[in-house]
């Protein structure tokens, strides 16, 4: 008997040595494997890798990440690949291979780290780089900082950037829905998370063929003491109250949409306010289920959007009851393609901001039909050149409209006369 029980605990340690070794084999291959396939967009190395059968995970440690579009390379901790179990964890290489998505999974990007004097943030701080409209609207008000690059948050106080990122989601194969939750939590800035539903989801392809519709979504932005950081510089730098600060940046913010066309609503302003002046929780909450295979969409008003995604607004678990919005598409469209718009500060001194670049991009002739009501720039065979909204109900000849002080005038062109068009998406 003692020789049975001692032959089987043999037995058990060579077991479980065996499963830790074949998921160590198995762990290795995976992550490489994924390694190869991200390759294009990131590229990752790494000093270890650990394995537990108990908790169906993989842990990858010391990595760092090199990202080609800006060039400069990230550290992380550590990346947690946790399975529901340690079977499933075996599995889970063969299903991706299979095009197969696995009923859940949780993803932990933990200890991201970015200096702020490396070159990426370093470049952010030069004048003549281009700035989108929402960097614009961080720095209204803010004296003559153009852009909250690595020196304007060094002289906020901070040394880096530091962040903790998780993916985790649960796949109903058949319901063909995936329930979602990102997380993005940065140290001493803000948290942001962004969940919701996935229908139509039957495996991997479903992706990369867009057939995915949209459900139930929700972002929400938790301030962790970024906005009183940034507040108290950019009054010092207008040499005011944060009062001051507050009525100013406001004002501004308004004006500077106002440029654009959009008008919001009262109750859009100050909630707006609202959050600078406290550490606000901001929520948006909309239901996007209706808006694939919807071409209307484009024709539609701001507010009926709003209605119709039943979009809803909270600022410190207080709803936001007068959410109004107007948009002279027009307006936005020429704005866009300006390089520079002009504002007024208080003391009616001039400040130039920059703009997003054009955001025309060539499609081809034969999906044209897609961008119906879209505004696009337009060349024909013989050389004549057209720019306006599209209209292409009929398939024989669509129609330019274009648009003068004077009124509109259409111009009619057959598609097989077309050389070359590109479309502007404003949305």
Known sequence: MKKIIIALSILSILLIGGIKLGLSYFSQQFVDNQIRQMSSFVQFSYKSIETSIIEGNIIIKNIKAFIPAIKESVHINAITLTAPDAKSLFTINKQLQKNELPRSLNVLFSGISLDLDSSFMKSLDDPKANISPIEVISSLACGDIHRIGGSVLSQMGYDSLKSDISLNYTFDPHNKTLNYTIKNKFYEVAQINFSGVLHEVSNLESFSKRSIRL?????????????????????????????????????????????????????????????????????????????????????????????????????????????????????????????????????????????????????????????????????????????????????????????????NISYFVAPKSIKKVEVFNWK
């Open 215 to 407: 459900g139930t979504t929700e972002l929400e932005i938790l301030d962790n003491e970024y906005i009183l950081h940034k507040n108290r510089f950019c009054a010092k730098q207008e040499k005011g109250s944060l009062d001051d600060y507050y009525i100013e940046h406001t004002r501004q913010f308004n004006n500077y949409l106002s440029a654009y066309g959009i008008k919001v609503g009262i109750g859009l302003l100050d909630a707006y306010q609202d959050m600078l002046k406290q550490s606000a929780a901001l929520t948006l909450t909309a239901n996007l289920i209706n808006l694939s295979g919807t071409e209307e969409i484009i024709f539609f008003a701001p507010n009926d959007l709003i209605q119709f995604i039943q979009l809803k607004l909270f600022v410190n678990d207080e709803q936001v009851n007068k959410i109004s919005l107007d948009i002279d598409k027009n307006k936005l469209v020429n704005t866009l393609e300006q390089k520079t718009i002009v504002l007024k500060t208080k003391a009616e001194k001039k400040k130039q901001v920059a703009l997003a670049s054009k955001k025309y991009r060539v499609v081809a002739v034969s999906n044209l039909r897609k961008y119906n009501g879209f505004r696009v720039k337009l060349k024909t065979k013989s050389g004549k050149r057209y720019k306006g909204k599209i209209i292409t109900k009929n398939p024989n000849r669509y129609e330019i409209v274009t648009r003068y002080r004077s009124g």
